[in-house]
């Protein structure tokens, strides 16, 4: 496979293939990325929840996100790499967006960089286009705000609530976004609205009518404890063995069990006299 650029994903899209893309967070996450041929890989924001144990994306700073995204690079050939701006880094002013924007480009080495909401978010989004970034949207459940939101829960359910989404998705396709995610709203909805969307859509919980869909690692491989959202499928039950490989383990430092003599280093007799000496 060769590496995706973001004008791969407007070539999918006209193909009909469905987008995949993931979350990761680290070296060993990019390489399974890399590895598992998705096309699209998110340092996500959600790494505040799932590798930083915060309980909103609220707290994530830049230094943790530039941080997290280098080491995804560092694992990475072909998918494309997308960086969530974190909440605060951009919402401000079009200089403060496009100054931690590019950080994400020239620091870490990401393709593009992910914003949240309409409002404030489309000239954002226009501002950072202009500099020459390159810009997905995100809208309907947008974690960042998910206070004003009244919590984590879909959006988009009544008429204007749907109208709302419409118009917000439309104005970062007029904004010059590249691909724009759905979250958490009525595949109904989902479906009304992609005939409008000239632009790649990535859902998560937005039903099947979108170009591609999104999970985010953790929750697809059942890392962690705890709720899992509707829009969640698990395709493994990884922390179960991770917690049983663990407590082999102590339980064999324990047993004095390990190491074994396969695990240790020999020396030569006549170099052991010596040091004996
Ligand atoms: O941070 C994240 O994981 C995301 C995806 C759920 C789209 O923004
Ligand atoms: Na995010």
Redesign the pocket.
């Known amino acids: 496979r060769t590496r995706l650029i973001v004008a791969s994903l407007a070539a999918l899209k006209a193909a009909g293939t469905p987008i995949t893309m993931v979350t990761a967070y680290d070296f060993p996450s990019a390489r399974v990325a890399e590895e598992a041929g998705v096309d699209v890989v998110l340092v996500?924001?959600?790494a505040a929840t799932t590798v930083l144990g915060h309980d909103s994306?609220v707290p994530v700073g830049m230094a943790e996100m530039l941080m997290l995204a280098a080491a995804v690079r560092r694992g990475l050939r072909t998918p494309l790499l997308v960086a969530?701006l974190p909440f605060g880094s951009y919402e401000r002013s079009d200089d403060l967006a496009v100054d931690n924007a590019q950080r994400f480009l020239k620091e870490a080495g990401a393709d593009a960089v992910k914003l949240e909401r309409g409002g404030t978010s489309v000239a954002r989004a226009r501002a950072l286009v202009a500099a020459g970034i390159p810009v997905m949207g995100h809208v309907g459940l947008t974690?960042q705000t998910a206070g004003q939101l009244g919590g984590y829960k879909a959006q988009g359910r009544t008429a204007s609530a749907a109208a709302r989404i419409a118009e917000e998705a439309l104005a970062l396709q007029e904004a010059g976004c590249f691909a724009v995610v759905l979250e958490a709203i009525p595949a109904a909805v989902t479906e009304r609205l992609m005939p409008y969307l000239r632009i790649p859509v990535i859902g998560i919980g937005a039903g099947p009518a979108t170009d591609g869909q999104v999970l985010v690692f953790h929750d697809l491989l059942g890392l962690l404890q705890g709720h899992t959202p509707r829009f969640v499928r698990r395709y493994a039950e990884l922390r179960e063995p991770m917690v049983r490989a663990v407590a082999r383990y102590a339980a064999d430092v324990r047993a004095g069990e390990f190491p074994g003599p396969e695990h240790t280093y020999g020396m030569p007799a006549t170099e052991l006299t010596a040091f004996e000496k």
């Open positions: 996500g924001d959600s994306t969530d974690p």
